[in-house]
């Protein structure tokens, strides 16, 4: 018998999602734990502030619990929650949250380690290097910095960003390409360090 | 084709965007022209460089325990869709392409619309009470005693531990069966067709309706519950950490100098997966959580290939690793879980 996976995952979450329209928490509990992580990333890598991205995370899934009714079957969850953050995103920018080249102080206190067993040397300059490329990522614009996130960072295909966007494939794909110009040169000299140690 | 059209389809192909047959042709072509290997290296070199910044980003420990208790503040509010900010009367009047829309035809059709929709709204309201006492109404008729199987047909398949149940059940019966057990405690059989502990009540207020907490569990029944909350948190983080080693071997690069693929860090983060993935493998089989089960035990073929390469691997031993990933279609999978 063949096991196909990501018909039983489908179905899995088909069932979560019909008992949290029926109003079941515990449900909607499970897929806050399945999904939240992602959230989470995709809305921290946006603002670069730990604490916004805490908050927000939380709100977006709060939102989603309100409005789970909204969620058509052609959706998938995951872009649908995507969406939800990625308004939540935007409303933050016209906010009170701190965005990503005002929070340089905050990058530096991050730990971030190397896992390949650096020197000394190289293991500062890769800190560092995470650090720029946070820089670099805030010095986009919120659109190209959305798209490149989604899909360098988070490796979503270009029809799953198109649904949580409403841009697009060959927006997304120009964008694309002009968000990792700019961040190539910007990151340019960094790079190239990288590679004589 | 000519070089330069390949050299439009190597970013869809770094970003895994190309179909089977286009991206063979594209592979192909790569390691034949030294001028697209170098541009693909580079794409492919950046993009690993972009997915390693967030895989150290993880969100604080208790998040999920907060985020539950700031649900559990919310009320029970089932809200209608979302509908687009437009009028009845102007959608009404979209419908008969009327430039105006007719006032006394929308009131008529606002006052059928309302009747049929509080009528439904009752018998929806009743039934909901009568589900949450175990019955369930058909038809205009109450059926008392319903079997609990049937009631769970629709719910969650992960189960409660094996103590608790001869078979699997979703957790939420473990309430429902909680509730049975302390009326049968405290009541007769009078008791029993009164209003349960946790049946819907209407708030008059504000009309809405408010589910109220379920009874307290025992003691073991809240440490056991915890600890499989705790084995499901641990999954998913696993499958998370499982895909982004897959997405990493996937965009390993070739390296000139030693004539093979650089696959060092995925060997060694493999050897860290594989002890987390064969001890929640155990506890997935003592939860009855198949479904979880069934992907840690697949992902584990991936993990003992991947960890069990040489120190200096054959390009055919990592490119059917490679391949096998992509006919699996297993990194997608693991992203819906």
């Not at chain 1, 928490?25 to 939240?36: D, P, Q, S, T, V």
């Not at chain 1, 789970?68 to 079957?73: K, N, Y």
């Not at chain 2, 492919?44 to 972009?50: A, H, I, S």
């Not at chain 2, 992960?158 to 103590?163: E, G, H, N, T």
Request: glycine fraction near 4%; aromatic fraction near 8%; hydrophobic fraction near 35%.
């Amino acid at each position: 018998m063949t096991y196909h996976a990501s018909e039983t995952i489908h179905n899995s979450t088909a069932d979560l999602i019909a008992k949290a329209q029926r109003g079941d928490k515990e449900a909607f509990g499970l897929i806050f734990e399945y999904h939240h992580r992602f959230i989470y990333k995709f809305i921290y890598a946006m603002l670069g502030n730990a604490e916004s991205a805490e908050e927000l995370t939380q709100e977006t899934f709060l939102g989603a619990y309100k409005n789970i009714q909204s969620l058509r079957g052609d959706a998938t969850l995951k872009t649908w929650l995507c969406a939800i953050a990625k308004n939540m995103v935007y409303s933050s920018f016209r906010g009170k949250h701190r965005q990503l080249n005002q929070a340089d102080e905050e990058i530096e206190s991050l730990e971030l380690t190397d896992h390949k067993n650096p020197s000394p040397d190289r293991e500062i300059l890769n800190k560092e290097l995470h650090q720029k490329i946070a820089v670099a990522l805030g010095a986009l614009d919120e659109d190209k910095r959305m798209i490149f996130i989604l899909k360098e960072m988070q490796q979503l295909s270009y029809k799953e960003i198109a649904e949580i966007t409403g841009y697009g494939i060959p927006k997304l794909k120009t964008d694309l390409f002009r968000a990792k110009n700019e961040m190539r040169t910007r990151l340019r000299p960094y790079l190239e360090a990288t590679n004589e140690v | 084709m000519k070089c330069e059209n390949y050299s439009n389809l190597i970013q869809d192909f770094v970003e895994n965007e190309l179909d089977t047959q286009t991206a063979d042709e594209v592979s192909m072509h790569i390691f034949s022209c030294l001028r697209c290997e170098q541009e693909f290296e580079l794409l492919t070199e950046e993009k690993e460089l972009y997915a390693q910044f967030l895989f150290e980003i993880e969100p604080p420990k208790n998040l999920s325990a907060r985020f539950r208790a700031r649900l559990e503040n919310e009320s029970e509010t089932v809200t209608a869709p979302i509908l687009p900010e437009i009028s009845f009367g102007e959608r009404l009047a979209n419908l008969f392409s009327l430039k105006k829309p007719l006032p006394v035809l929308s009131a008529l059709s606002l006052l059928l619309v309302f009747g049929g929709v509080l009528s439904v709204k009752k018998s929806l309201d009743e039934n909901a009470q009568l589900e949450m006492t175990g019955v369930a109404k058909t038809n205009g008729e109450t059926l008392v005693n319903t079997p609990r199987e049937e009631l769970a047909t629709n719910l969650p398949r992960i189960a409660v531990p094996r103590q608790f149940e001869k078979a699997s059940l979703p957790i939420s019966d473990l309430t429902i069966r909680k509730n049975e057990k302390n009326r049968q405690v405290t009541g007769s059989s009078q008791e029993k067709n009164a209003t349960p502990r946790n049946a819907v009540r209407r708030n008059e207020k504000n009309n809405k309706s408010v589910i109220t907490k379920p009874p307290v569990l025992s003691e073991e029944e809240k440490s056991r519950f915890h600890e499989l909350q705790a084995f499901e948190r641990d999954a998913a983080r696993q499958i998370e950490k499982i895909e982004m080693l897959l997405r990493s071997f996937r965009n390993a690069r070739y390296s000139e100098e030693t004539a093979q693929y650089d696959v060092s860090f995925e060997k060694e983060q493999a050897r860290k997966l594989l002890g987390a993935n064969i001890k929640l493998r155990a506890q997935a089989d003592f939860y009855g959580d198949f479904l979880t089960g069934e992907i840690l035990d697949k992902v584990q073929t991936y993990l003992l290939d991947i960890a069990n390469l040489e120190n200096n691997p054959s390009t055919e031993a990592v490119l059917d690793i490679k391949q096998r990933v992509r006919n699996q279609n297993l990194i997608a999978s693991l992203q819906s879980f």
